[in-house]
């Protein structure tokens, strides 16, 4: 079985940074990409950035390509990484980390999720 669980949402002021981790236990083939999406309160979940377990591939919404930075620490690491830069008040959300068996935005294609991580960016 496949546990994921996110950590490190905080409170933090317009401009600010925070770093996001997510760790994935137990290994299936259909949970080798990990992948960030969060939600707004009143708002459709949303992806931000993907990551493969092997080769480090990785895909970002167009959005926050600039801003965010999904890494992990090697091929074999179970724990990825969202670093956020610059935020804002609208990056304020529930961030929540998925596994799944492809790199896709698509949430379909995660089939394991955390229970979420509270950012809040105040101005």
């Known amino acids: 079985q496949v546990h994921v669980i996110e950590s490190g949402g905080d409170l933090v002021q317009a401009g600010g940074s925070l770093r996001l981790s997510c760790a994935v236990s137990g290994r299936y083939v259909d949970s080798h990409y990990t992948a960030w999406f969060r939600q707004a309160l009143g708002k459709e979940r949303e992806f931000i950035a993907a990551?493969?377990?092997?080769?480090?591939?990785?895909?970002y919404a167009d959005s926050i390509k600039d801003r965010f930075t999904i890494s992990r620490v090697n091929a074999k690491n179970s724990v990825v990484y969202l670093q956020m830069n610059s935020l804002s008040p609208e990056d304020t959300a529930v961030y929540y980390c998925?596994?799944?068996?492809?790199?896709?935005?698509?949430?379909?294609?995660?089939?394991?999720w955390g229970r979420g991580t509270q950012v809040t960016v105040s101005s």
């Open positions: 990551i493969s377990r092997g080769a480090g591939n990785t895909h």
């Open positions: 998925a596994a799944g068996g492809a790199l896709s935005s698509s949430a379909r294609h995660y089939n394991y």
